[in-house]
């Protein structure tokens, strides 16, 4: 199902990839994400702007560490 974005997506999703600085490209993410159609059609691709904004983030708490299942039993 297609996107349908307006031109104003497409000028924020430039910044980002012109962005120098994480501040810069997180604050063009968050622009993206605001500005997208919320509908089933844009699922995936809030979903991926999401996980963008993380990985960014990481660089303002380096010392957070995700949580992963370690394979040990419960109990």
Same mark, same amino acid.
């Given at each position: 199902? *297609?996107?349908?974005?307006? #031109?104003?997506?497409?000028?924020? $999703?430039?910044?980002?990839?012109?962005?120098?600085? #994480? $501040?810069?490209?997180? $604050?063009?993410? $968050?622009?993206?994400?605001?500005?997208? *159609?919320? =509908?089933?059609?844009?699922?995936?691709?809030?979903?991926?702007?999401?996980?963008?904004?993380?990985?960014?983030?990481?660089?303002?708490? @380096?010392? =957070?560490? @995700?949580?992963?299942?370690?394979?040990? #039993?419960?109990?």
């Amino acid at each position: 199902m *297609p996107a349908n974005l307006p #031109p104003m997506y497409f000028e924020a $999703e430039k910044r980002f990839r012109d962005g120098k600085t #994480p $501040e810069e490209k997180i $604050e063009a993410l $968050e622009e993206m994400l605001a500005i997208m *159609p919320k =509908h089933k059609g844009t699922d995936k691709l809030k979903a991926d702007l999401r996980r963008k904004i993380k990985s960014f983030s990481s660089f303002f708490n @380096p010392e =957070h560490v @995700p949580c992963r299942n370690t394979g040990e #039993p419960k109990g």
